[in-house]
């Protein structure tokens, strides 16, 4: 994954570089996160090239990022002055418990199987401070897909798959880890989609045992 994503980044960050890819609905729920995140810091988990960054920080969000790709935090830097992009793992972020007061997911557990979806959310409850918000953007539905040819149709040759959940099975996993579930949007999809969306925003248990 991280090598698919450092061959892409500079494709992906010119083709990407703002939310017109988002439907109106999903940048709802990810303002009445923003909103719920009243003070404190956000990270964006799986930040990519920084577009969901700089919509937070465009909506008055104290904001940092981390990903996987050093290719990807490169454009994120480029393309976001003034905003903290680390190199890290969702399985291993680099950050003290209790660090920030929400935690964004955007599509970002989608290239992780099943068996390693756990350890991303425990990462993420880790680092949310009790009370703290966490936002969880994916495709709905079971199984795994090749989406290699999105990317080999840029010229760019690497292997890469997608992995679908449903919103209960992700509800299920922020239970997992303290996290409640406070509301979800699950919607067809539209336009160039092939899956149904799914968003769950959950809140992390007040109490720290």
């Known amino acids: 994954m991280r090598r698919a994503y ?11 570089p703002d ?19 009243d003070e404190g810091a956000i990270l964006d988990a799986g930040c990519g090239a920084g577009r969901m960054s700089r919509y937070l920080l ?5 904001v940092e990022g981390v990903d996987l ?6 454009m994120a830097r480029r393309d976001t002055p003034g905003v903290r992009f680390t190199v890290g793992s969702l399985a291993d972020l680099p950050y003290p418990d209790g660090s920030f007061a929400g935690v964004l997911l955007w599509y970002s557990i989608i290239h992780t199987a099943p068996a390693g979806q756990d350890r991303i959310f425990a ?5 949310l401070r009790p009370g703290g ?8 539905g079971t199984g795994t897909k090749d989406v290699s040819a999105a990317y080999s149709r840029y010229g760019h040759d690497v292997e890469l798959e997608r992995h679908l959940f449903t919103a209960d099975e992700v509800a299920a996993r922020l239970e997992a ?3 409640r579930e406070l509301t979800r ?3 067809r999809a539209e336009g160039p989609e092939h899956d149904d969306q799914a968003i769950v925003l959950g809140r992390r248990s007040a109490q720290t045992r």
């Not at 790709?69 to 490169?74: N, T, W």
Request: glycine share 4%.
């Open 6 to 16: 450092d061959v892409v980044a500079e494709d992906y960050a010119a083709r990407l």
């Open 19 to 37: 939310n017109r890819s988002e439907a109106a609905i999903d940048l709802a729920m990810v303002d009445a996160f923003a909103a719920a995140v």
């Open 58 to 62: 465009r909506r008055g969000c104290d």
């Open 69 to 74: 790709s050093p290719g990807m935090v490169a």
């Open 123 to 127: 990462e993420a409850a880790r680092v």
């Open 133 to 140: 918000h966490l936002l969880v953007g994916f495709q709905a």
């Open 177 to 179: 880890v303290r996290v």
């Open 185 to 187: 949007l699950v919607r």
